[in-house]
Antibody
């Protein structure tokens, strides 16, 4: 059974950093691209970023709102995807979901989602 | 950035009615459009991929159509369990984007 479990959320002050983890199981993690999507309280879904599998260079793409502040990485040996969030702003407050993408260079649909982890940025 | 505009924002529907949700893209995205259902306090769930392709385990009353810039999600014979917010999502080009969502309420 495919499972994605996010962790690392919590309360953080503006300007500080936080790292989220997404631990995957039930599939060959290294074969798949992974994405992060967030949802501010009471709002819609917002795509955050994407990391390709190592077969496609392990390169990343980001939303303009987080580019230069957030970094996605992966450790295929541990089946974990990370979202490093620096210089956090109050508007980054959201539930953060990791999602399984498809093998390949481009992104596609998300057939599996984690349960989400809440990040609250407040002084 | 490709903007996805969903309509309506909200719909109140009686059971067994047909529901139609539209998603318009600001430029052509071919068939790279996917639909998700999100119930309160749950993660989104994939309903339709590539505009019209069904997903295993999703009830057959859910269907999708369209290509280019105009897409439709149809729920035939709405059931009480379909109360949720529905989102479209494009994977044609980065940055990826979602529509603003359509909340479906059961009367």
């Amino acid at each position: 059974e495919v499972q994605l479990v996010e962790s690392g959320g919590g309360l953080v002050q503006p300007g500080r950093s936080l790292r989220l983890s997404c631990t995957a199981s039930g599939f060959t993690f290294g074969d798949y691209a992974m994405s992060w999507v967030r949802q501010a309280p009471g709002k819609g879904l917002e795509w955050v970023g994407f990391i390709r599998s190592k077969a496609y260079g392990g390169t990343t793409e980001y939303a303009a709102s987080v580019k230069g502040r957030f970094t996605i990485s992966r450790d295929d040996s541990k089946s974990i995807a990370y979202l490093q969030m620096n210089s956090l702003k109050t508007e980054d407050t959201a539930v953060y979901y990791c999602t399984r993408d498809l093998p390949g260079y481009s992104s596609s649909w998300y057939d599996y989602w984690g349960q989400g982890t809440l990040v609250t940025v407040s002084s | 950035e490709i903007v996805l505009t969903q309509s309506p924002d909200f719909q109140s529907v009686t059971p067994k009615e047909k529901v139609t949700i539209t998603c318009r893209a600001s430029q052509s995205i071919g068939s790279s459009l996917h639909w998700y259902q999100q119930k309160p306090d749950q993660s989104p769930k994939l309903l339709i991929k590539y505009a019209s392709q069904s997903i295993s385990g999703v009830p057959s009353r859910f269907s999708g159509s369209g290509s280019g810039t105009d897409f439709t999600l149809t729920i035939n014979s709405l059931e009480a369990e379909d109360a949720a917010t529905y989102y479209c999502h494009q994977s044609s080009s980065f940055p990826l984007t979602f529509g603003g969502g359509t909340k479906v309420e059961i009367k």
